[in-house]
């Protein structure tokens, strides 16, 4: 939807104003330089090698896929309809977005409707890793509920900047230290449903 036409302070400008500033601010959010770092191609086929390596691995036990909102949701989506077995889905929110600042703010978790974790074989699923504060806090709040076993898959590793002692078992890529978007990540809200996953031109950021 393109948000700037139904502003109501939009409204009050004369008609011929209406029809010029909606699409040029369009075009000035739109205007940022984006780098492609990984292709929609290049994606899927990372996309498709892990879900080979999840089927070999978890085929046959009670696997639970757990999304980390909001920046896995595409990811998760890609990766289940490529895993040929039955299994469950469930979803948890955890944020401690901090726009493109290099620390992560404290982190909140929201786990209203979580299915039951006990006895299942859970995999946690999120965009990427950073810091690995985020997946670090996650694992330790999933343990609580008694999983028979606990493994993490992230889209994107990115180089240089873990702040934890664990690390994700699975991986699609490592990345260099850059703010990246698409495929599910963010900057201010925008973004995400890029097919592919780009670097923000540091003059964009901020
Ligand atoms: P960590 O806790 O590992 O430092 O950060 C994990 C979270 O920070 C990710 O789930 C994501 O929401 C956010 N994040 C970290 N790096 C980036 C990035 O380059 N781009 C975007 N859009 N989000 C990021
Ligand atoms: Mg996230």
């Given at each position: 939807m393109d948000r700037t036409r139904h502003n109501p302070a939009f409204c009050r400008l004369p008609a011929a104003a209406c029809m010029i500033v909606p699409p040029l601010i369009q075009f000035l959010r739109r205007s940022r330089v984006l780098k492609v770092l990984l292709t929609e191609i290049e994606i899927q086929a990372g996309i498709e090698a892990l879900a080979k390596r999840l089927d070999a691995e978890y085929r046959g036990r009670p696997l639970t896929v757990l999304g980390v909102l909001t920046g896995s949701l595409i990811f998760l989506a890609d990766l289940i309809r490529r895993m040929d077995f039955p299994l469950r889905v469930g979803l948890i929110q955890a944020s401690s977005y901090r726009g493109t600042a290099t620390l992560p703010g404290a982190l909140e978790i929201h786990d209203a409707g979580?299915?039951?974790?006990?006895g299942r074989d859970v995999l946690l699923l999120d965009d990427i890793f950073d810091t690995g504060q985020t997946l670090s806090h996650l694992v330790q709040h999933v343990e609580r509920q008694r999983p028979h076993s606990l493994r993490s898959a992230v889209l994107l590793w990115k180089i240089g900047r873990q702040r934890v002692e664990i690390t994700p078992d699975y991986y699609c890529f490592r990345i260099p230290d850059v703010f990246v978007v698409g495929y599910g990540l963010d900057y201010h809200d925008d973004y995400r449903h890029l097919p592919h996953v780009a670097a923000l031109d540091e003059e964009d950021l901020g």
């Open positions: 979580l299915p039951i974790l006990e």
